[in-house]
C-alpha cells in the first residue's frame, strides 16, 4: 500500500571535508536552502511538490502543519498551497504534462 | 523503461548567471529529450566539488527557456548511455550536452520547478535521489522549455570551481 513515506526522496550535503556554506552565504543570496557548515552533514528526506515539482524539506522541528492536498492525496509546497488557497484549484504536474502531450499530438 | 546516466567528469560552472542569461560557453550541463513526445524523468542528481580551494556554487537543476543551439557532441570522458548493459535501447535517447555554439538559457518563470543544490565545491558532496516519488523532475518533449533542462550556477556562486557531476534519468 502507498504510504507519505513510501514516496519520499534523499537529500545528503555532504560538507564532512570542506569549509561548507556559512548561514551568511544563504542570507546574502536570498536561498530557501540549508546552510551545511564545515564539517557538517546534512541528510533529510524530502517529499516533491505535486502541482511544481518543487523540492519540500521534511523539516522535523516544523511546528506548523506541512500543507497537503486532499483533492490528489499528495504534499504540496507552501507556496503552491497558498495559490490553492487564493484560487481554490490545484493543478498537478502530471496533469500540465498531459496536457502538453495532448496538445502536441492533437 | 531504461534509466540512463548522463556523467560529466569534470566542468567548471563559473560566478553564475541570472534566469533568462544566456549561459556562458561552457561549465553547464544540459539534457534534451530525444524526440517530441518523449518523457525523461530525473531520478537523481549528485555533484562533487573538485575545486582547489573554498568555493560555495549555488547549482540550478531547471527548466531552459532556450536550449543550447549547435550543440557539440558529447566526448569522453563525458558519457551518456543505459545503467544496465542489457537495457533495450531507444532509437532517439536524450541528448546530454556540455557545449554548443550558442549555450542553454534557464527559464526565469516563477512557476516552474527548479532544484536549488548549494554546497562547497571545495570537498563538498551533493546528492539528491528522487526514485521513489511519484512527481520527478520531468522534461517532456525534445523543445525547450518543457524538453530541456540543465544543471548551471546561479549568480552568487564562485569562479573557477570545478565540479563532476552525473543526473540518473528514466526516460519513459
Redesign the interface.
Known amino acids: 500500500m502507498r504510504t507519505k513515506r513510501?514516496?519520499?526522496?534523499?537529500?545528503?550535503?555532504?560538507?564532512?571535508?570542506?569549509?561548507?556554506?556559512s548561514q551568511e552565504?544563504?542570507r546574502?543570496?536570498g536561498?530557501?536552502?540549508p546552510a551545511?557548515g564545515a564539517g557538517q552533514v546534512f541528510e533529510s528526506a524530502?517529499?516533491?511538490?505535486?502541482s511544481?515539482?518543487?523540492?519540500i524539506i521534511l523539516n522535523p522541528n516544523r511546528t506548523r502543519g506541512r500543507e497537503w492536498c486532499m483533492e490528489h492525496d499528495?504534499y504540496l509546497c507552501d507556496r503552491c498551497a497558498l495559490r490553492r488557497k487564493l484560487t481554490g484549484s490545484c493543478v498537478?504536474?502530471?496533469k500540465k504534462?498531459l496536457d502538453?502531450?495532448q496538445l502536441?499530438?492533437r | 523503461m531504461s534509466v540512463y546516466a548522463f556523467q560529466v567528469a569534470t566542468i567548471t560552472p563559473g560566478a553564475g548567471t541570472a534566469d533568462n542569461v544566456q549561459m556562458p560557453a561552457a561549465g553547464w550541463m544540459e539534457l534534451v529529450g530525444g524526440s517530441a513526445l518523449q518523457t525523461n524523468c530525473v531520478d537523481e542528481v549528485y555533484m562533487g566539488g573538485q575545486a582547489a580551494s573554498t568555493a560555495p556554487l549555488i547549482m540550478l537543476l531547471a527548466p531552459d527557456s532556450t536550449k543550447a543551439a549547435t550543440p557539440t557532441a558529447l566526448a569522453s570522458p563525458n558519457s551518456l548511455g543505459p545503467t544496465n548493459v542489457n537495457a533495450g535501447v531507444l532509437t532517439a535517447p536524450a541528448v546530454g550536452t556540455v557545449a554548443a555554439t550558442t549555450p542553454p538559457t534557464r527559464s526565469n518563470s516563477a512557476t516552474v520547478a527548479k532544484k536549488n543544490f548549494t554546497f562547497n565545491a571545495f570537498g563538498g558532496i551533493v546528492r539528491a535521489n528522487y526514485a521513489n516519488t511519484q512527481d520527478r523532475f520531468t522534461i517532456f518533449s525534445a523543445t525547450a522549455p518543457a524538453g530541456a533542462a540543465s544543471l548551471s550556477s546561479f549568480t552568487g556562486s564562485t569562479a573557477a570551481s570545478a565540479i563532476g557531476a552525473h543526473i540518473l534519468f528514466e526516460t519513459l
Open positions: 513510501s514516496n519520499e526522496a534523499y537529500v545528503l550535503i555532504d560538507h564532512r571535508n570542506s569549509p561548507g556554506i552565504f544563504v546574502a543570496n536561498l530557501d536552502t551545511v524530502i517529499a516533491v511538490c505535486h511544481c515539482g518543487a523540492d499528495a498537478p504536474l502530471q504534462l502538453l502531450f502536441l499530438t
